[in-house]
């Protein structure tokens, strides 16, 4: 197993995304493993139109006390029982990346052909790296040339994993009976979603993405369909759900159902409305849920400012959420105020010529790092 294992992750150093070199199959299963819930999709074209074959969404079930021997086990069993469930016979399977255990940046290396780059990769990386080089996965991808100081550089986005994180999703992907073929980042692996949804319409300025899942709300900012920043954020659903447990002392899966059910209340209207209903529970909760929302947008406001001063052109013309907090009710309408620019809610699936008549709609958006990566073999 263990030199398996490594056989696989020598093949997986040095592409994008931490991916194997092997040529790209025709389908690949999209495997998002979250805090929360494992999301599969699979895509299919027939006679040349894209169709969802299958989606499972998939909760672990598991408290914040659940140690990452427990976490490995569940999704491993969800997983392996939603293949046999549904008889897919596809083995190659891609799944991405995100958290503390992942870095993600954007470097200049002195100009170099690929195939060069990575046999300098380790030396000429390990200043960016806040880890031990020994003890993380590379990858990287050519982003194009740029001038520094008079000198032809290449710039590339350079990806560090923890070992111990890569060989933690391979495991269940194996042990699950799937072939790990792409192991990508989860920011990246959005862009293929929203490469689906420009066109002509598009309105100017760069899209920031918005996964706010259940441990983490990855940031990133994509300029003409790539991404140019990426950051983890971590105030996410699971911050919301223990802020409620917390404000009306009731267990987890109270909270998560009186946080989905009430969300943010938003202007003085409806805090009145829900007033004259008697119901302080309502605003009990809508007031632990905004104090998280304050949090989460202060960092927002952070990390977008930082994005704007690198560059006097810079501009934002949309956020775009995703992850299953995008529902949390009334966000993309606070978040529109409180950063000035539309928010819309992505529909993964929006792009299909037949949109699959049994995904509930309002489970779409956690299904984004998983169709992005279901559609891994279109884009590439
Ligand atoms: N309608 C809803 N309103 C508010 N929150 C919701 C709703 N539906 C799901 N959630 C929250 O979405 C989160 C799960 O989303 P998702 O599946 O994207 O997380 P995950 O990918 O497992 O987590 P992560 O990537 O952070 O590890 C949970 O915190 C859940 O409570
Ligand atoms: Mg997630």
Same mark, same amino acid.
């Given at each position: 197993?263990?030199?398996?294992?490594?056989?696989?992750?020598? %093949?997986?150093?040095?592409?994008?995304?931490?991916?194997?070199?092997?040529?790209? #199959?025709?389908?690949?299963?999209?495997?998002?493993?979250?805090?929360?819930?494992?999301?599969?999709?699979?895509?299919?074209?027939?006679?040349?139109?894209?169709?969802?074959?299958?989606?499972?969404? *998939?909760?672990?079930?598991?408290? #914040?006390?659940?140690?990452?021997?427990? %976490?490995?086990?569940?999704?491993?069993?969800?997983?392996?029982?939603?293949?046999?469930?549904?008889?897919?016979?596809?083995?190659? +399977?891609?799944?991405?990346?995100?958290?503390? +255990?992942?870095?993600?940046?954007?470097?200049?290396?002195?100009?170099?052909?690929?195939?060069?780059?990575?046999?300098?990769?380790?030396?000429?990386? $390990?200043?960016?790296?806040?880890?031990?080089?020994?003890?993380?996965?590379?990858?990287?991808?050519?982003?194009?040339?740029?001038?520094?100081?008079?000198? !032809?550089?290449?710039?590339?986005? *350079?990806?560090?994993?923890?070992?111990?994180?890569?060989?933690?999703?391979?495991?269940?992907?194996?042990?699950?009976?799937?072939?790990?073929?792409?192991?990508?980042?989860?920011?990246?692996?959005?862009?293929?979603?929203?490469?689906?949804?420009?066109?002509?319409?598009?309105?100017?300025?760069?899209?920031?993405?918005?996964?706010?899942?259940?441990?983490?709300?990855?940031?990133?900012?994509?300029?003409?369909?790539?991404?140019?920043?990426?950051?983890?954020?971590?105030?996410?659903?699971?911050?919301?759900? !223990?802020?409620?447990?917390?404000?009306?002392?009731?267990?987890?899966?109270?909270? $998560? $159902?009186?946080?989905?059910?009430?969300?943010?209340?938003?202007?003085?209207?409806?805090?009145?409305?829900?007033?004259?209903?008697g119901s302080h529970e309502i605003l009990g909760v809508s007031q632990a849920l905004a104090a998280v929302i304050k949090d989460l947008v202060a960092e927002l406001r952070r990390s977008v400012d930082f994005y704007l001063s690198q560059g006097s052109e810079r501009t934002i013309g949309q956020v775009l959420l995703s992850g299953g907090t995008a529902k949390?009710?009334?966000?993309?309408?606070?978040?529109?105020?409180?950063? !000035?620019? #539309?928010?819309?809610?992505?529909?993964?699936?929006?792009?299909?010529?037949? #949109?699959?008549?049994?995904?509930?709609?309002?489970?779409?958006?956690?299904?984004?790092?998983?169709?992005?990566?279901?559609? %891994?073999?279109?884009?590439?």
């Open positions: 197993m263990a030199q398996m294992l490594d056989k696989i992750k020598e %093949r997986l150093q040095g592409l994008k995304g931490l991916t194997s070199a092997l040529a790209r #199959p025709r389908h690949v299963l999209g495997v998002d493993i979250g805090s929360y819930a494992v999301k599969v999709v699979l895509m299919a074209a027939e006679k040349g139109i894209p169709m969802l074959k299958a989606w499972g969404y *998939l909760p672990l079930g598991l408290g #914040p006390e659940a140690s990452a021997e427990e %976490r490995k086990a569940r999704a491993t069993d969800v997983l392996r029982a939603f293949i046999a469930e549904n008889g897919i016979g596809l083995k190659e +399977s891609a799944t991405s990346l995100s958290g503390n +255990s992942v870095i993600v940046r954007y470097v200049k290396f002195p100009r170099l052909a690929p195939s060069e780059i990575a046999a300098v990769l380790a030396t000429e990386a $390990e200043p960016f790296i806040p880890f031990d080089i020994n003890e993380v996965q590379l990858g990287f991808h050519v982003l194009g040339e740029a001038m520094e100081e008079g000198q !032809k550089k290449t710039e590339l986005v *350079l990806v560090a994993a923890k070992k111990e994180l890569v060989s933690a999703r391979l495991e269940i992907l194996q042990n699950a009976g799937l072939n790990p073929a792409i192991i990508d980042v989860d920011s990246f692996a959005l862009e293929n979603v929203y490469e689906k949804r420009r066109g002509p319409a598009t309105p100017g300025g760069a899209i920031l993405c918005l996964n706010i899942g259940h441990s983490v709300t990855n940031f990133s900012v994509m300029e003409n369909g790539v991404t140019r920043v990426v950051r983890d954020i971590f105030i996410s659903g699971g911050t919301l759900t !223990k802020a409620v447990m917390k404000a009306l002392q009731v267990d987890a899966a109270k909270a $998560e $159902e009186l946080k989905r059910a009430h969300g943010l209340v938003l202007d003085a209207a409806q805090t009145e409305q829900a007033l004259k209903a949390l009710p009334h966000l993309a309408e606070h978040l529109s105020v409180e950063l !000035k620019v #539309p928010v819309s809610i992505v529909d993964p699936f929006a792009f299909l010529q037949r #949109p699959p008549a049994d995904l509930p709609a309002a489970m779409a958006p956690a299904f984004a790092v998983a169709a992005g990566l279901a559609l %891994r073999r279109y884009g590439d």
